[in-house]
């Protein structure tokens, strides 16, 4: 579905109104929406749709995964925290998990990025250099 330039400009207004101290407010954008399914403007399914996109691009750049080989430690589970929030602010949601295939290392993804220091990451490059 074509969004208009219009719509695509309103949905980025609402979508800039629902933060709250550089935070996305749940609350503010239920309003929006609820607003928005009230007044019903003109291409209002085209604005829903891109503020929907926008806010689901905004949490996935705010959730973290980490993937490890093995349960890490709480220490160094403290530590990457750490480190990811001083990178990726306070406001990232870290999930930790465990990937047997992995080997060892860790591979941690925030939303496009991606750090993969994996043991089977390693391995594989290497093969591929032969």
Do not use: W
Request: glycine content about 8%; proline content about 3%.
């Amino acid at each position: 579905m074509k969004i208009s330039k219009q719509a695509q400009r309103e949905a980025r207004q609402l979508f800039r109104s629902c933060f709250v101290n550089g935070l996305l407010d749940e609350n503010r954008v239920r309003q929006s929406v609820s607003l928005l399914f009230a007044k019903k403007p003109r291409g209002y399914v085209g604005i829903l749709s891109r503020l929907h996109r926008l806010v689901k691009l905004d949490l996935e750049r705010r959730a973290a995964s980490v993937e490890s080989a093995t349960p890490l430690p709480a220490d160094l589970r403290a530590e990457v925290t750490g480190r990811l929030g001083k990178i990726y602010g306070s406001a990232v949601n870290i999930s930790f998990s465990e990937n047997p295939a992995l080997l060892g290392g860790l591979r941690i993804q925030v939303g496009s990025d991606l750090y993969d220091g994996s043991v089977k990451t390693r391995l594989e490059k290497l093969e591929q250099s032969f």
